[in-house]
């Protein structure tokens, strides 16, 4: 490795090379013991993706430049790449065993690549199933409302999506500044759901769930209204000044209606709401904009990269404060610790801060009133509905996801949940139960065999330079072809034979035969001692050595 590569390895892995001893292998002997067996394990990126992506595949397909195919792949699961490219967390690159040598492969990245290349080329979906003859209302054309019509659309339902607002897409046009997710991608990925057959209503806001259902013959309905309602706290105020809601500021300016600010606000909570509130307000033309959180930085439900990037934007952030008085332009804040139990506790000790708007981004809730009188329903402590493992409500028939379900809010864990949803209304509709199948074990960076490592550092997308950033440009720019390529090549396949012919090379018994391109390797149980030469060569796991005794019939993997 170069010095660069070590320094940021650091101590992940000390040493690459896999220790064979054949005198201590276990497997060989008169009488062979155990034998070889190809498998497909889980890697701990799908693992870890709310969407349920299939991303070893279809990053294998990227890296073979084969990019059809691979948003084909990726589409199956989640129909909005170009979305998900920009806004999701990526939790799939935490889990990301590469993260264990250098860095993890950028997932998010190369997703957006595909998502951005189908909008640029035309590409359309097809549906997977004939027509079926059943009709499902969705309420909702946010990302779970999307995912779901979607997804029952490929099955062959006929899909209406019913949506208050006057633009589909929920939270993710009205909630998400444009510099993190334009308009046009947002627009284009929506657009192909609609070209699919889903018929989407917009400015209809649905008030009685049951007569919607009944005259429009719908067979089955799928709740997705989302949590756009702000949450707000009681301060005091004498004479307070602009008080906005963060949810209402996003929105507002999201439709062009952007509320003047003045020139410095403070900006009360800490979640990613916080940041992206923050962040516009500088847009919008604040000169000082300041955080207020009551706790410390370790324990905000911000994302580490979202207050870096506020902070790089000149936003500013005051730590474990809490406001608890608000007297015209000034504001009496409280200093906060942590104790032992990780809450925040006050200290007694006191300051003032002066702002001309306070924005309040203390979390968002569900508006369910409207859903109190349908029977059956069950309703959590902050509003949101109740819903078994299948999605479905207490109330027949009547589904429900998204952020008004209990769960963490976010875009993909939405999308996730309409997929799912889908599934069971599918298997519902057609009076069975959906099950879904059990994955194969993970695969963890420890069970890997790196026997040639080499420095392959990320590609970073380039970002507006912070200087720049004062209208609501997109920050981030996206990947070239031969980036996206390079960057899908980092994936290690954890799990998946990709045919390296590691195994076939190591064998000294020339018990492996190769089946030709894309079709793999068996193994010859007449030739095989069982010395696991291939095992302890495989890079990827997709070897494993299992006891003779549980052999029947031919061992082989296509």
Not at 189 to 201: C, P, Q
Not at 210 to 223: I, P, R, T, W
Not at 360 to 373: C, H, P, V, W, Y
Request: charge should be negative.
């Amino acid at each position: 490795m170069t010095q660069n590569a070590e320094k940021k390895a650091g101590t992940k892995r000390a040493d690459f090379t896999p220790l064979v001893d054949q005198t201590k292998t276990t497997g060989t002997g008169p009488i062979r013991s155990q034998i070889p067996q190809y498998v497909t394990l889980t890697p701990p990126c799908a693992a870890a993706c709310p969407a349920g992506e299939n991303i070893r595949e279809w990053l294998a397909e990227a890296t073979a430049g084969n990019y059809r195919a691979a948003w084909e792949i990726l589409t199956a699961q989640n129909p909005m790449p170009a979305v998900h490219g920009r806004v999701c967390y990526h939790p799939c690159e935490g889990g990301c065993n590469r993260g264990e040598v250098d860095e993890a492969v950028s997932i998010h990245a190369v997703e957006r690549f595909l998502g951005d290349m189908a909008n640029e080329q035309g590409w359309q979906f097809k549906p997977v199933n004939p027509p079926s003859g059943k009709k499902v209302l969705v309420v909702g054309a946010g990302p779970s409302g999307l995912s779901c019509a979607y997804h029952l659309a490929r099955l062959g339902h006929e899909v209406e999506i019913r949506e208050a607002g006057p633009v589909a897409g929920g939270m993710m046009h009205f909630g998400i500044p444009a510099y993190r997710m334009p308009r046009e991608e947002l627009a284009q990925d929506v657009a192909r759901i609609e070209a699919l057959g889903v018929r989407i209503t917009l400015n209809h806001k649905v008030t009685d769930l049951m007569v919607e259902k009944q005259a429009g013959g719908f067979d089955a309905v799928y709740l997705a209204i989302g949590a756009g309602a702000g949450k707000h706290v009681d301060i005091p105020a004498k004479e307070a000044p602009k008080i906005l809601d963060a949810v209402n500021l996003l929105s507002d300016t999201s439709k062009g209606e952007a509320p003047l600010l003045g020139r410095r606000v403070v900006v009360y909570g800490g979640g990613n709401t916080a940041m992206d509130a923050a962040r516009t307000a500088k847009r919008l033309g604040a000169t000082e904009t300041l955080i207020v959180y009551r706790r410390d930085r370790q324990h905000m439900p911000a994302h580490e990269f979202e207050a870096d990037e506020a902070m790089a934007e000149g936003v500013k952030i005051k730590w474990l404060t809490t406001i608890k008085e608000i007297d015209g332009d000034e504001l009496k804040v409280e200093r906060m610790e942590i104790g032992e139990d990780g809450r925040a506790h006050p200290t007694g000790e006191f300051e003032t801060l002066t702002a001309d708007a306070v924005v309040l981004a203390l979390g968002q809730e569900t508006d369910s009133s409207f859903l109190k009188s349908m029977p059956g329903l069950e309703f959590s402590w902050n509003g949101t509905v109740e819903v078994g493992e299948n999605r479905m409500t207490g109330c027949e028939g009547v589904f429900a996801g998204g952020d008004m379900v209990p769960d963490q809010q976010s875009v993909t864990i939405a999308t996730g949940h309409g997929k799912l949803a889908a599934r069971h209304i599918d298997a519902w509709l057609a009076g069975t139960v959906y099950v879904a199948s059990a994955p194969p074990a993970l695969v963890t960076a420890d069970m890997l065999h790196l026997p040639v490592y080499s420095d392959v550092d990320p590609k970073e997308q380039a970002a507006l330079a912070t200087s720049k950033r004062h209208s609501f440009d997109e920050v981030l720019s996206g990947l070239s072809e031969k980036e996206a390529r390079y960057e899908a090549s980092r994936c290690y396949s954890c799990g998946s034979c990709y045919e390296c012919d590691n195994c076939y090379a190591a064998c000294p018994e020339d018990a492996i035969v190769k089946l030709g391109k894309g079709k793999g390797y068996e193994i010859d149980p007449e030739k095989c001692t069982g010395c696991q030469s291939c095992f302890d060569q495989c890079p990827c796991h997709a070897l494993e050595m299992i006891s003779e005794t549980t052999i029947q019939g031919e061992v082989s993997h296509a």
